[in-house]
């Protein structure tokens, strides 16, 4: 007891403090939440309040609809179905095609590819060699050629997929090619099948191997004679384009810059 009646009127003037309420979840230094959804519906004990219950309206589908009859003896009304049942069903359940309505759009060309690009083939029997892109096609995929003098690649079709691109490039500007290159002009020919001879019977048929066209061989012919004047102006180019690409050990493409 202190002997000032000041220090004592102070003390009983003041309120006590309430102890502040701790949170039941809080947030860790990461930024998580201590507990989660399931542990907080567990701790505030939700499971306990009583909620009401709301009953789902059930829509009844009426199948039927009531006609009135006349006559005495015919019961007055007469149930008629709204939906009638199908009179044929099949036999097999065979499965329903529907509709496609995907429209095909023509893939977009990569900002590293430009004409005069040289490429690297990752599939096919040409795969490993470089080529020279000359443009892209209606279809999206992509006109290539080796040239073919230098290392056996004629014109052809590829998915920008199965590529890599490189810095190289070749100023094809110059190069002109002929009005035909277009998707129905790579597209393979059934070949008629052929018998061995008069008693061969129907499954002993063979078919006759592909044949390159006198039309490919012209447009090869002007394609090429265009782009080896330009790959000769270039030091080491023919030679870049003969060898194919490889890796050794210790070689990583993904740090590589090609």
């Not at 201590?34 to 309040?49: D, F, T, V």
């Not at 199948?63 to 049942?85: A, E, M, V, W």
């Not at 070749?170 to 090619?177: A, E, H, I, Q, W």
């Not at 393979?188 to 099948?193: L, S, Y």
């Amino acid at each position: 007891m202190s002997d000032n009646p000041t220090e004592v009127k102070k003390t009983e003037g003041k309120k006590k403090k309430k102890n502040s309420h701790s949170p039941r979840n809080y947030q860790l230094p990461g930024g998580v939440w201590r507990y989660g959804r399931a542990a907080m519906y567990r701790r505030r004990r939700a499971y306990l309040k009583s909620r009401p219950k709301i009953e789902p309206k059930s829509k009844k589908r009426i199948h039927y609809k009531i006609k009135p009859i006349g006559g005495d003896k015919n019961g007055g009304t007469r149930l008629i179905q709204t939906r009638k049942s199908h009179k044929w069903y099949p036999t097999q359940d065979v499965p329903r095609k529907f509709r496609n309505r995907h429209t095909q759009k023509p893939m977009k060309l990569r900002k590293s590819i430009t004409p005069g690009t040289v490429l690297i083939l990752l599939a096919g029997r040409h795969q490993g060699k470089r080529v020279i892109f000359l443009k892209q096609l209606p279809s999206g995929l992509l006109l290539v050629t080796g040239p073919y003098k230098v290392n056996r690649v004629p014109l052809r079709r590829i998915d920008q997929a199965y590529i890599i691109a490189t810095k190289t490039k070749v100023d094809v500007s110059t190069v002109k090619l002929p009005d035909r290159l277009n998707d129905d002009y790579f597209k393979r020919k059934k070949t008629d099948t052929k018998s061995r001879g008069k008693k061969a019977s129907i499954f002993q048929d063979t078919e006759t191997k592909y044949k390159v066209s006198d039309e490919r061989r012209e447009d090869q012919k002007e394609v090429d004679t265009q782009l080896l004047p330009i790959i000769r102006q270039e030091e080491c180019l023919r030679s870049y384009l003969r060898h194919k690409f490889s890796l050794s050990n210790g070689q990583y493409p993904h740090k590589m810059i090609f």
